[in-house]
């Protein structure tokens, strides 16, 4: 069974930077596509990004391109995101996911990031 597991939330001024990191065991995800959503309360999930299996595609949200990168090492089976110029709302739980075919399937439990402003 593939587990998912973030590190590296935590609290931040604005403008600030974190990264975040993703470490996957139970499997290889060679073949999934990665990625990263965030959830506030009450609201619904949002996509933040993602990569491909290979790494050759990325997609980001429109309101962290820019900011955000996301990346893979395949050979550590690890996914992160670098996120700078840290804005107040982007203060969220921050989730790793992972497909299984087209469907994200595969969850880690989140990393709170708060951004004070």
């Known amino acids: 069974q593939v587990q998912l597991v973030e590190s590296g939330g935590g609290l931040v001024q604005a403008g600030g930077s974190l990264t975040l990191s993703c470490a996957a065991s139970?499997?290889?995800?060679?073949?999934?596509?990665m990625g990263w959503f965030r959830r506030t309360p009450g609201k619904e999930r949002e996509f933040v990004a993602s990569v491909s299996g290979t790494g050759g595609s990325l997609y980001y949200a429109d309101s962290m391109k820019g900011r955000f990168t996301i990346s893979r090492d395949n050979a550590k089976n690890m996914v992160n995101l670098q996120m700078n110029n840290l804005k107040p709302e982007d203060t969220a739980v921050y989730y790793c996911a992972a497909t299984f075919g087209y469907e994200w399937k595969y969850w880690g439990q989140g990393t709170q990031v708060t951004v004070s402003s």
């Open positions: 139970g499997g290889t995800l060679r073949g999934s596509t």
